[in-house]
């Protein structure tokens, strides 16, 4: 919103500066930050209120966990509110791929919040059936995958791009829109999978979003493209503004999050997160570097499918429990110990997607 002041600029004067996209994620993440400051506590207070109970706590969970019995949940929508205002506020909005990663965010946090507010409602851990969740999901991520398509430059439309390899390109043709609906649907499960412990998925999703935006940054620029030997796709710049607002809203949120947490993000938070990164990714042509960057996510949710499958097959447990965050906690790790850990390693995976960019 705030870019059309550029039209009452003359080149040199102070609404030049909204030209940048540089400074409007500067602004869009103070205006982020700041919204959280300012609306966390009155938030808390009336999910506090409203839900009475709070989250409900599995009987079959870490018996430490029982302890944040009356903890309200939803928080996820302070990350959302920070998230919406800061983008609209600061970016383009011409912009299709902006409107596409909103469109996203916005509808894997109404099925997070109907979950949450099923969960919280009766009192119990179920909420909405999960099948009915996933058929949402695939929906939503499907009107996405078609949607980045059609921005995307004629020679990159049903393209997987590799990373490393610079000139290589897969033609998926039709099947590129399911394979979308993969990577958009499973980060947002993987997110919300690896949400269980106090800070546990916030700075790692913090993490994620920030390198995502600068590649969304490089990849929407022509001279760093040219230079990087990465394929150019027009317009994804501006993703950087809604990143910056990701880190500024998750920061906020994570103030009142930390241990012991004053509020949980719920799926609320957790899926609108997972699918924004996942929307990220398919707009830049980096869904395979998501899988590097979000590596994390990605163990949190091959421990939730090892065991399943293997306890199926052999009525044994590979894991003391899943997700994995879980199993060191049965080990014996305290929660900060675990959360700070996890921290460590989704910085260096962000690292190595980001070496990416070069290594070619």
């Known amino acids: 919103m705030l870019y059309w002041l550029t039209a009452l600029s003359d080149g040199g004067d102070f609404f030049n500066l909204f030209r940048y996209i540089t400074f409007r994620a500067g602004g869009a993440f103070m205006t982020a930050l700041l919204f959280g400051f300012i609306f966390g506590p009155p938030l808390i207070n009336v999910l506090r209120r409203r839900q009475g109970k709070g989250q409900p706590i599995r009987d079959d969970g870490p018996e430490g ?29 011409d912009n299709p791929f902006v409107w596409l990663v909103l469109f996203v965010t916005i509808a894997f946090a109404a099925i997070g919040f109907a979950d949450d507010y099923a969960k919280v409602s009766k009192q119990n851990t179920a909420g909405v059936p999960g099948r ?28 997987l791009a590799l990373p490393v390899f610079k000139d290589t390109l897969i033609n998926l043709s039709y099947l590129f829109i ?34 995502l935006g600068v590649i969304a940054y490089a990849v929407g620029r022509v001279d760093f493209t040219e230079y990087l030997d990465v394929h150019y796709v027009p317009g994804t710049g501006e993703i950087l503004i809604f990143s910056a607002g990701l880190i500024g809203g998750g920061l ?85 110990q675990i959360v700070i850990r996890f921290w460590i390693i989704s910085l260096i995976l962000a690292m190595i997607g980001l070496a990416t960019l070069k290594v070619r």
């Open 252 to 336: 906020g949120f994570l103030w009142y999050n930390a241990p012991p947490a004053a509020v949980f993000m719920g799926d609320t938070g957790s899926l609108a997160l997972g699918g924004a990164l996942g929307a990220i990714a398919v707009a830049t042509k980096h869904e395979i570097v998501l899988a590097i960057v979000g590596g994390l996510f990605v163990v949190e949710a091959l421990s939730v499918i090892i065991q399943v499958l293997y306890f199926k097959r052999t009525g044994k447990r590979v894991f003391l429990m899943a997700p994995i965050h879980h199993h060191y906690e049965k080990k014996g790790w305290a929660e900060p």
């Open 132 to 159: 009915i969740r996933l058929l949402l999901g695939f929906v939503i991520s499907a009107i996405a995958g078609y949607w980045a398509t059609v921005y995307h430059p004629e020679g990159l439309q049903y393209q």
């Open 178 to 211: 399911p394979f979308a609906v993969i990577v958009i649907v499973g980060a947002a499960n993987a997110v919300n999978l690896t949400d269980g412990l106090d800070g546990l998925a916030i700075m790692p999703v913090m993490i994620a979003g920030g390198t």
């Open 65 to 93: 966990h029982f302890e944040k019995a009356g903890t309200p949940t939803m928080g996820g929508l302070l990350i959302v509110g920070a998230l919406l205002t800061s983008t609209l506020l600061w970016a383009r909005l």
